[in-house]
């Protein structure tokens, strides 16, 4: 996987854990990265899918955040709501009225939240 690879080198490199952040089937890859990686601190998913998001009940102690917007019809907020439900704590999610899937329609407050969240996230303790 890409993107473990990615994460192993920036660990072996000596930066600092990371956020991995993955939208519709790259919210299943960083759910499956969070699951396998002590390097990463933090998972979120954006619209994801349930296919590939198995591991979701792994990524606990590092914090996850799922946010879908309810009017989705690409991927039915159902999707998000069920990651969640599969998932230990830390966790959140974060449901938007009236945006679709790429989360246009709440654009100013997803950027609100991630830019919160994250460095939340990275000066927490795992």
Same mark, same amino acid.
């Given at each position: 996987?890409?993107?473990?690879?990615?994460?192993?080198?920036?660990?072996?490199?000596?930066?600092?854990?990371?956020?991995?952040?993955?939208?519709?089937?790259?919210?299943?890859?960083?759910?499956?990265?969070?699951?396998?990686?002590?390097?990463?601190?933090?998972?979120?998913?954006?619209?994801?899918?349930?296919? $590939?998001?198995?591991?979701?009940?792994?990524?606990?102690?590092? +914090?996850? !955040? @799922?946010?879908?917007?309810? %009017?989705?019809? &690409? /991927?039915?907020?159902?999707? $998000?709501?069920?990651?969640?439900?599969?998932?230990?704590?830390? +966790?959140? !999610? @974060?449901?938007?009225?009236? %945006?679709?899937? &790429? /989360?246009?329609?709440?654009?100013?407050?997803?950027?609100?939240?991630?830019?919160?969240?994250?460095?939340?996230?990275?000066?927490?303790?795992?």
């Amino acid at each position: 996987m890409g993107l473990l690879v990615g994460v192993s080198y920036l660990k072996d490199t000596g930066h600092q854990p990371v956020v991995v952040v993955g939208h519709s089937f790259g919210g299943a890859v960083v759910i499956a990265a969070g699951a396998n990686s002590d390097h990463i601190k933090g998972v979120v998913a954006l619209s994801p899918q349930t296919y $590939g998001a198995g591991m979701v009940g792994q990524v606990a102690p590092r +914090k996850l !955040l @799922v946010v879908h917007g309810k %009017a989705d019809t &690409r /991927l039915a907020f159902a999707c $998000g709501q069920q990651i969640y439900d599969m998932a230990n704590e830390p +966790k959140q !999610l @974060v449901l938007y009225e009236g %945006a679709e899937h &790429r /989360l246009e329609e709440c654009r100013d407050e997803l950027e609100e939240l991630l830019g919160n969240w994250i460095p939340e996230t990275l000066s927490g303790e795992i």
